[in-house]
């Protein structure tokens, strides 16, 4: 007999079962929702090319190595992310299939959301079209989207908002339901409405206000994505979903299409709209260890990820005074991808909200994807041990 007493199950599902815009994001729902997120909004596709680049197993076992977790009490990596919520998890060293697991109803091939590692995508399309010469980072975005001439965004280059440098208003604050951040949320569709919200992520944009001069330090808004989006569209004459299958998710050799949710009036959600599989991931954070190439045939340009990966000073410092300098010490925010140091180098990371993560660590030459469904949005308990955890892995190798 089926069990019917999860989230959407039953002919049809009681009220109390039932995921909605409302709901999704609540605790109870939000595994569901993170994997059936395309059955609640509408998406476009991210074309996978006909035949996929396979993924090798790695012979040796990975272990479990030991972990301190940050309030100093001793476990395990398997331990960690056991208690952070893991929906799949992917370790890759040296390019091949170190550990693939996957737990609950997530399988091989469910896309499950991405929340804002979807931005380093956005941030590779954007270093595709400066390699290009079909974008200038240092030109203003008003150059390539006149429409925000009135907004926030007037004075701001299209590299303030590659390194999230702009001086707009917009407070990223998940748990107040005045902030921008949720409101914009409304406006694109993920949650139900309120009378005067903009209708679309990009009439938000037209709207949004300044808080201060662009170019100052470091402050984490996802709106600069979504802006960063627009820019890359217009540059292109693209959209993003096709954008990203050409230059990225086909190049690469994915398995699995992606999708990347979209608003009302069919624009992507570059912020944290896109929605992929385990192993595609775990090839994306393989692409980005492997300077931008996949089997020697260059995807996203190396001189890009290496100023990425070695930015100039001034982009440290815009990092060092924030909020973010504890949890990530040493490190830095550039072209839509976080960084910090350990011991060997400079650690990469994609991050998305409730626990999703891309890790890259170079000098081992191991990545690991996690996804997961974390109560909150934002845990730094939570995000601290699981990178504990990687790099014990990372060491392990």
């Not at 406006?187 to 005067?196: I, Q």
Request: charged share 20%; proline share 7%; aromatic share 8%.
């Amino acid at each position: 007999m089926l069990d019917d007493t999860g989230p959407m199950t039953g002919f049809p599902p009681a009220a109390d079962r039932q995921v909605t815009l409302a709901n999704w994001q609540q605790p109870e729902f939000l595994r569901w929702g993170f994997q059936h997120l395309c059955e609640l909004l509408p998406t476009h596709r991210i074309a996978a090319p006909p035949l996929p680049r396979e993924l090798e197993k790695h012979q040796a076992p990975l272990g479990d190595p030991p972990v301190i977790w940050p309030d100093g009490t001793a476990g395990t990596a398997e331990e960690v992310f056991a208690a952070t919520y893991t929906d799949a998890l992917l370790v890759l060293r040296n390019g091949r299939i170190a550990d693939e697991r996957y737990c609950g109803t997530m399988t091989d091939s469910t896309r499950h959301l991405l929340m804002s590692v979807s931005k380093s995508l956005v941030g590779c399309v954007a270093g595709i079209l400066v390699d290009r010469g079909q974008l200038d980072p240092a030109a203003p975005v008003t150059e390539y989207v006149p429409d925000v001439a009135d907004s926030g965004y007037r004075g701001a280059t299209v590299r303030n908002v590659l390194d999230m440098r702009t001086g707009v208003a917009f407070r990223e604050a998940y748990a107040a339901a005045d902030s921008e951040v949720r409101a914009m949320e409304r406006s694109v569709g993920w949650a139900p409405m309120e009378p005067d919200d903009p209708i679309g992520g990009y009439a938000y944009l037209r709207g949004i206000g300044s808080a201060g001069p662009h170019g100052g330090e470091f402050t984490y808004r996802s709106c600069d994505t979504d802006m960063l989006g627009w820019v890359c569209e217009r540059a292109a004459g693209v959209r993003m979903a096709d954008l990203i299958s050409t230059l990225i998710w086909q190049p690469m050799g994915a398995e699995f299409d992606a999708e990347v949710v979209c608003d009302a009036l069919g624009t992507a959600v570059h912020d944290g709209g896109v929605c992929a599989t385990l192993r595609d991931l775990g090839r994306f954070g393989q692409l980005l260890l492997d300077d931008g190439t996949v089997d020697g045939q260059p995807v996203v340009p190396a001189q890009w990820l290496a100023e990425t990966f070695a930015p100039g000073a001034d982009v440290r410092a815009a990092f060092a005074d924030t909020e973010n300098e504890p949890m990530l010490p040493g490190g830095w925010y550039r072209n839509q991808f976080w960084f910090y140091r350990n011991a060997s180098g400079p650690v990469l990371l994609c991050l998305g909200i409730h626990g999703q993560l891309v890790y890259v660590d170079r000098a081992s030459g191991t990545v690991v994807v996690k996804m997961s469904s974390w109560p909150t949005a934002q845990d730094a308990t939570f995000l601290a041990a699981t990178l504990r955890a990687c790099g014990a892995i990372a060491a392990s190798g």
